[in-house]
């Protein structure tokens, strides 16, 4: 099975930058979707970015121009690690949050999450 494993999140001030990392692997070729989500405590996990195997990225419309979900390789049959990244600048407060990465994967549509990684935006 696929395994995620995210990391760089932490304490930054408002109007900094951090990159969330997101390593997949495993069975990476059975991976459709990647997508990063954030969840707060007490709210439901919100979409942030997706990237599908063909290189195409969706963003809801309240993440435009904020967040750019990338990977660092090609899509590939070759079980080996991939790794999709999160670059985000200028953090604000409400930006605190859980994030976590999830793949969608083929060919029975499971989907598979990362532990997550913290991301708190305070002064």
């Known amino acids: 099975q696929v395994q995620l494993v995210e990391s760089g999140g932490g304490l930054v001030q408002p109007g900094g930058s951090l990159r969330l990392s997101c390593a997949a692997s495993g069975p990476i070729y059975t991976i459709t979707e990647l997508g990063w989500y954030r969840q707060v405590p007490g709210n439901q996990r919100e979409a942030v970015a997706r990237i599908l195997s063909g290189g195409r990225t969706i963003y809801p419309d309240a993440m435009k121009d904020r967040f750019t979900i990338s990977r660092d390789s090609a899509y590939s049959r070759d079980i080996t690690n991939n790794t999709y990244y999160l670059p985000m600048e200028n953090l604000r407060p409400h930006d605190t949050a859980v994030y976590y990465c999830?793949?969608?994967?083929?060919?029975w549509g499971r989907g598979y999450w990362g532990q997550g990684t913290q991301v708190t935006v305070s002064l």
């Open positions: 999830n793949a969608m994967t083929t060919p």
